[in-house]
């Protein structure tokens, strides 16, 4: 009920900031009160696209192809029988072609999920790691947290690429003697969309969702160690082969952050990765509990 609220609280952000831009534009070339309207429509549009097809909009952006069991036999049967363990649907898999070890899970729901790895992650880990690695993205799956995740990555990438159509505006758009009040707005929208796109991200990504995907992981695939074996050969791995063509609206999906120490202001802006010294400590934590029993 509270990752429903959620959503319905980011679509309806994403629609008001999206209305005011449009009006914005509308005004910068004389469309007047038509600019509201053409928001009001795209705003629709754009928020019902970011809920249905989130998944693709997501593997497309990450340039992350879809490949058979024929394709990648291994990958496919580690999932299988982590799905199978954890009493999921077998997801949608894909692979995307970085050096950069990295993975995340995408979609509304486990009907149309996807979990994605990359080409260095798969090269980097054992057998074990890896499992370690898929039953985490399998967790934000199951724990019903990666339809928010794909949601949230849509809006911040509408709303930067509106935002920057708003500043293109302020500077050639119409507006005759008055054209400098529009730079000024424009400016303005830049200055203050920003950082609200990034605000809207950390409150529907809280860290606590990367903990309890770790935990749930480390339970579907029973080795909470290989995740901690993984998770610091992928922040080692990161640092140096970080990824230069994510987007910064899109960080908060992977297991970790994949501009690892190359993150410029913005991307930091957008990071929303707990500390992975912290993650592995809660991992070891849960190992040794386990040895206790």
């Known amino acids: 009920m509270l990752e429903n609220l959620k959503t319905v609280l980011l679509l309806s952000v994403l629609s008001v900031i999206l209305i005011m831009i449009f009006g ?22 754009m928020t019902f696209v970011s809920y249905f097809k989130s998944d ?16 990648a036999p291994n990958l496919h049967r580690i999932i299988r029988e982590l799905t199978t363990s954890a009493g999921l649907k077998m997801p949608k898999v894909a692979v995307i072609k970085s050096n950069d070890p ?3 899970a995408t ?3 486990q009907d149309h999920a996807a979990v994605a790895v990359t080409t260095g992650l798969l090269q980097l880990l054992t057998e074990d790691e890896l499992r370690g690695v898929l039953s985490h993205e399998l967790g934000h799956i199951k724990n019903r947290d990666i339809l928010i995740s794909s949601v949230a990555a849509c809006i911040g990438s509408i709303i930067t690429y509106t935002a920057s159509m708003a500043r293109y505006a302020a500077i050639f758009g119409g507006g005759g003697n008055d054209r400098g009040g529009y730079d000024i707005i424009g400016g303005l929208l830049i200055m203050i ?15 606590t969702r990367e903990y309890k995907a770790d935990a749930t992981g480390a339970q579907i695939c029973g080795n909470p160690l290989a995740l901690a074996s993984a998770l610091r050969k992928i922040e080692f791995g990161v640092q140096q082969h970080p990824m230069t063509n994510a987007k910064a609206t ?3 999906m992977f297991i970790m952050n994949p501009f690892g120490n190359a993150m410029n202001s913005m991307q930091k802006l957008f990071s929303t990765h707990p500390p992975t010294a912290e993650r592995i400590a809660r991992l070891e934590e849960m190992a040794g509990r386990k040895l206790e029993y």
């Open 193 to 207: 969309l920003g950082p609200i796109s990034a605000a809207i991200i950390q409150m529907a990504i809280s860290r």
């Open 56 to 71: 693709s909009i997501a593997l497309r952006s990450n340039n992350a192809q879809i490949v058979s069991e024929q394709e």
């Open 102 to 104: 990295n993975a995340f």
């Open 24 to 45: 914005f534009l509308g005004e910068a070339f004389g469309l007047g009160s038509s600019g509201l309207l053409l928001g009001l429509i795209l705003s629709l549009v």
């Open 107 to 109: 979609g509304r729901n």
């Open 250 to 252: 899109d960080a908060h």
